[in-house]
């Protein structure tokens, strides 16, 4: 049953209080546009885009408490929606259900848990090349047309930034490019577990990209290595595909690290500085 919205003069407690005006005025315009129209799941869905665009955004914060009653006043609709796009964000790691407290947002990754995410990256996609490499005809056609929108995106976001303003809108569509290219490898490497793996593994990316304060971004370098992926399953080389894939998610690690590590350690590394960016996490995937 779809949902019905509750007054628009419903005040707002906790973590729904941090949100600004524009930003909750959109939220409730996004979500109450489909309320009439969608069935919970498809509700739940949309309530989970809104909040995790709230998340990326930095507009709640980590260890912020997250309220349904509020979120979902705020967004005029019951607590159902809510509480289940909450539990959709758990299985993330970007929320944390404390008993009898509630969600708060997750605190950033700890260096141990980096190191942890990137050695399964690394596991599961140079498997995921290997086995994508046999039937590299059929992968070559989408796997260049991501190339291609990873890289007109990734072009948007430079001249954001050379205009010294990027909003979370670009950063997000740049991230989905850039993990749409990784998905078809997966879709094309024959193990559907593989591929159920790696919806897993890119929430906990994007979380890192949620808490990894980027000084810097690695647009230049993010297209070079998808490049040479590209030409390595091109080549049918044997290895070689698997081989660039290493090599791309070594280099992610080494300039993910050199950020965590203070910024600076990275900046010759991993590319300019991104004017009217603080906060914002901008590592390739």
Sequence with gaps: ???TPVSPAAPAVSAASAVSAATAASAV?????????VDRSGLRDRVYAVLLD???????????????????????????????????LERTGLVTREALKGYRVAPPLDRGQMEELFDARLVLETSAAERAAVTASSLL???????????????????????????????REYFDADWAFHRVIFENCGNRFLLELSESLSAHVHR????????????????VEHGRIVTAFRSGVPGAATEAMREHVLNVRAR????ADGGDAGADAAGDSLPGAAGNAVDDA
């Design 256 to 259: 993910a690290v050199a950020d």
């Design 29 to 37: 315009s996004a979500v109450s546009a489909v309320s009439a129209t």
């Design 141 to 171: 056609t989408p796997l260049s047309l991501a190339e291609d929108r990873h890289a007109i995106l990734g072009d948007r976001l430079l001249r954001a930034a050379e205009a010294g303003d990027v909003p979370v809108s670009v950063f």
């Design 54 to 88: 709230l998340i990326l955004d930095g507009v709640v914060t980590p260890g912020e408490r997250l309220t349904i009653d509020a979120l979902a006043k705020r967004l005029r609709l019951s607590p159902t929606p809510v509480r289940e796009a909450l539990v959709q």
């Design 1 to 3: 049953m779809p949902e």
């Design 208 to 223: 890192m990209r949620q808490t990894v304060l980027r000084h810097h971004i690695d647009v230049a370098e993010a297209l």
